[in-house]
């Protein structure tokens, strides 16, 4: 199966908004392919607000999230891959989801494509569902 989390981070979003609240998105920004500004991240992390009217040309796809923001009044291209993102959530209560940090991937080539595997074999472990307030 695809990952949920391109349609959870749209679904928490169209939520946010339709409260009158704030979207923010917290990005990993070492993950690779993210583009930025420099000189905003800490810590290898940084909050952007996603509004409706703090960003031009919002695209919410299953990969990425790409938009145009600014930055002390320059404009940027901003593009956040999906494992970027650690967590969605509303500025005013914080109230939103915060996801695992994914993997990053290898370099240089695409990820193994473990849906070939003809094994049959299921993966190993417990399930497991984590309660988010």
Excluded at 23 to 33: A, D, E, F, S, W
Excluded at 46 to 63: D, I, T
Excluded at 78 to 91: F, H, S
Aim: charged share 20%; aromatic share 6%.
């Amino acid at each position: 199966m695809t990952s949920n989390r391109p349609y959870l981070i749209r679904a928490l979003y169209q939520w946010i908004v339709d409260n009158d609240c704030t979207p923010h998105l917290l990005v990993n920004t070492g993950y690779p392919k993210v583009q930025v500004p420099e000189g905003y991240a800490q810590n290898d992390q940084m909050v952007l607000n996603v509004s409706p009217n703090a960003v031009r040309q919002l695209e919410m796809g299953n990969e990425e999230i790409s938009f145009d923001g600014r930055f002390s009044g320059v404009v940027h291209q901003i593009l956040v891959p999906m494992g970027a993102i650690l967590a969605i959530y509303a500025r005013e209560n914080g109230k939103g989801m915060v996801f695992e940090a994914e993997p990053i991937p290898p370099q240089g080539g695409d990820e193994p494509d473990e849906g070939n595997n003809n094994s049959g074999s299921r993966p190993s472990g417990r399930p497991s569902l984590k309660v988010v307030k």
